[in-house]
Each structure stands twice: as C-alpha cells, then as structure tokens.
C-alpha cells in the first residue's frame, strides 16, 4: 500500500480518488477501486455529475452493449494444437459504427479490453469522428510465435469474430502487440470470408498497409496526434516545443512516432524506458536513431549511446514534458510523487490512475488527458476508412493537416468545457465527448 498522502488539488472540481457513482453499485460494476474498469468509467460518471448528465444516460454509458469471447484452436509450427482466447467489446454506437483497436498481449482480460473499448467512445466522439467505441485483442504474446503462427492465429480469431465486424458495423484496427501485417491478413481473411457485393470489404478494419488499403499517415498518426496537442497545449502553460525536454515511457508505435516528432519540432528527448530497460543522457537521445535501435534489438536495453538508469530515476528525471506511451496503470500515487515534470502528455490509454493524477494535479502537474491526447490514431483511421469507401488515396499534407484541425477542434471544446465547469482537464475532455453524446441521444430518442 502507498504511504503517500495525496494533497489537496488546486482545481476546484478535480475529481476525488476513487469516484464512487451509486451506479457502480446499481449495476453491479467491480467495487475495488484499483480495477481499471471502476477506474475509467469512474472519470466519466465524475464528468457526467459535474455537467449533471440525465441518470438515463450515465446508465447507457457505463456499461457495454456487447461483449463477445472466443476460444478457437490453431496449429502450432510443430503440429500440435493450441487453444486461444480472443475478444471484442462493443461499448456504444450512437454516434456512428463501433470501432478501436485490437491488443495482442500475453495479459488481455474482458476488463481490460471493456475499459478501452468505453475509451473509444469517448474519444471518437470528442475528436469529432463518426464512430462509436469498440475494442478486442487475443490473450497471445506476438513474441513467442513464429510468423507462420502469428497468421494462422490472426486469421482464424478474424473467421471466429468475422459476423460481430463489418466495414459499416464494427471496424478493428492496431493497438499494443498488433500492426499493420496483422491488420492486412484480417482484411484478407475478411473479404474472402464475405460476399463483394459493391462496397470494399478490406474497410472492415484500418491501420492495414498503405500497399493494401492503408493510408499514408495512419502509421505515425497517435504519435503525430500527441505531439499536435502539445504544440497547441504547450503555450498556454508558458513552454515552447523548441525549448522543452521530455522523457517517453514505452518506446513501441506511439512513443517512438511521439520522441521522432517533437524532436523534430525541437524538444530534446532525455530518458526514455520500456520492459526491457531504462536509459538516459542529460545531452539528448537521438530519437530517429533509437527507434532504429529498438526495431533491430526488441527494446531500449543496451543502446550504448545513453547511460541505464533505475526505474526511480528514469520517473526523477528533470524534463518539462512526460509522455507516457506503454500500458494502462503505469502512473500510480508512487510514480506521480517521483516525476519532476511540467506536463503529462497521455500518448497510452489510461495510463494515470485517479490516484495518481490526484498526486499531479496537487503537485501542480498538468495532464493533457488520453481521450483527447492519443486520438491521433482512431482519426486518421477514419480517413482510411473514408478513402477505402471512396476508393481514393489522399496525400500526406492532406492527411496530416485534417489531422491537426480534429485535434485542435477536439483541444478547443476540452478548453471550452473547463473554463464553463471550472474544472481539471481530464474532466473537461469527458464532459465535451458526453455533450456531444447526449446531442445525438436526445435526437434520436430512445426506441421504441
Ligand atoms: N488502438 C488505437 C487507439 O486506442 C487506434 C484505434 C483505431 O484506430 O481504431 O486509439
């Protein structure tokens, strides 16, 4: 258990600790306040309490319209069988088809993948794209199988889940442990799987290759997303990109594309960690040249041109700017004690635990929060998804600048909640994704 006292926050409505909606209990949701579940759902009912969101729709939102699990067998390299265990949450789609990420990953379990598909929800819907939120992943470690595996794995979860998804129903994409090889062998799967009539069926997922289907961009999109929202967030709180220091917490998609970016705006990288290890120099890390590191070496560990530090030291580095890029709970009351930094830039999902962020906000700490910061991905997987339809393939100054625009109307009405509910920007980022949700619910009405 943590020793440490979490102060009192400067903002007004900063939300409480572990938030604990009489919902929880109506709905027999998880009781534990360490459950990333009661956690992030938590954050949102908070936000719907401030902004006094009808119990109707606090209810609707708090849990998942589907959940559907799957245990498939496939044969291993060596010719025996093994059992998996795949899943996908389907969490809301007023706003449009579900969609969101599918994560391979060794300890995927239903809260988990619940949690994140709830987060897509509300991202899409703050980030002004046409989706609704969704969310899967097989418990698989991409690691220990050979390629072979890796596809025939890949293939068979898309037959087993191939009539819960369609391009205008539910559209899966990369996530942590996934990719872009990944995404075309689903796309493949799927079309052969279903009967071409005149749409395209490889719109069923995104983040495929742009030889086959994907979109320029979609490859650095989080990343690009993390970085826009700092260039726009950074003023405010007296820093310049140029000057600022940063330190990146997971080196994979989204924290390599997030160190390549802002240091090519002229930020300076100074620590970096992932699970392999923790690495520093005061004088900068290259961020281009580490990523080309980690891609032949499978991790930070061992690069030469920066000195390995302990896990307490890499969060006591002196930057002006966190970005942490890895898994979910990484922030907790410890962590959020030691970090000396100015910002945190969510770049993972759910990366602070309400804990934990109460421990910033007293320390004076900003956090740019995760449905607002990391929605770079899902954006552009919406362009991909409308030039797949549209049978079109778009430029990557097209790309990158609708982009920016998403992320900045996305930042403009996270601002704009703040300021009429006095409240941190965590909150704000929920309260403006749930206005625009209840907009659509009240006109659509509740059937029959
Ligand atoms: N997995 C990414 C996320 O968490 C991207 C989802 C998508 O592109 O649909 O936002």
Not at 60 to 83: C, S, T, Y
Request: glycine share 10%.
């Amino acid at each position: 258990m943590s020793t440490i006292a979490a102060p009192t926050p400067k903002v007004k409505n900063a939300q409480p600790k572990d938030y604990n909606s009489p919902l929880f209990a109506e709905l027999g949701l998880p009781s534990d306040p360490n459950n990333l579940y009661r956690q992030t759902v938590g954050c949102m009912l908070y936000g719907a309490e401030v902004m006094g969101l009808p119990n109707y729709l606090q209810q609707i939102l708090a849990q998942p319209k589907n959940e559907i699990m799957v245990h498939f067998p496939v044969k291993m390299d060596d010719g025996r069988f093994q059992l998996f265990k795949g899943y996908r949450v389907q969490h809301n789609n007023a706003l449009g088809p579900y969609k969101g990420g599918l994560r391979f990953h060794p300890d995927v379990h239903l809260d988990d993948v619940k949690s994140l598909a709830f987060l897509m929800t509300m991202k899409c819907s703050l980030v002004g794209v046409p989706y609704g939120g969704g969310k899967g992943g097989i418990k698989v470690d991409p690691r220990k199988h050979s390629k072979g595996e890796m596809e025939r794995i890949v293939r068979r979860f898309t037959s087993a889940i191939a009539h819960n998804v369609g391009p205008e129903y539910d559209i899966p994409a990369p996530d942590v442990g996934s990719n872009s090889q990944h995404m075309a062998w689903i796309a493949d799967t799927y079309t052969f799987l279903s009967e071409i009539g005149g749409s395209n069926p490889t719109a069923v997922v995104t983040g495929k290759p742009v030889e086959y289907g994907g979109s320029l961009g979609r490859e650095k999109a989080t990343g690009q997303g993390v970085v826009d929202t700092l260039v726009e967030m950074l003023p405010e709180l007296n820093l310049r990109p140029d000057q600022c220091t940063f330190s990146v917490l997971g080196y994979g998609n989204v924290g390599s594309w997030s160190g390549k970016i802002f240091q090519d705006k002229g930020a300076k990288m100074i620590a970096v960690a992932d699970h392999t290890g923790f690495i520093k120099n005061d004088k900068g890390i290259d961020a281009h040249d580490l990523a080309k590191y980690v891609d032949q070496h499978g991790g930070v560990k061992g690069y030469t041109k920066a000195g390995a530090i302990t896990k307490e030291e890499f969060y006591r580095t002196k930057v002006d700017v966190f970005i942490p890029a890895a898994l979910e709970q990484m922030v907790q009351e410890t962590e959020a004690a030691w970090l000396d930094c100015k910002v945190v830039a969510e770049g993972a999902n759910a990366p602070t635990t309400p804990a934990g962020e109460r421990v910033l906000q007293g320390r004076g700490i900003e956090v740019l929060p995760a449905i607002l910061c990391n929605a770079g991905g899902v954006t552009v997987s919406y362009f991909e998804w409308v030039q797949n339809k549209t049978f079109q393939s778009w430029e990557l100054e097209k790309v990158d600048s609708l982009l920016n625009k998403h992320m900045l109307g996305a930042a403009a009405r996270t601002r704009a909640a703040r300021k009429k509910y006095n409240c941190e920007l965590r909150t704000a980022a929920y309260i403006a994704a749930l206005e625009r949700l209840q907009k659509a619910y009240e006109f659509r009405g509740i059937f029959p």
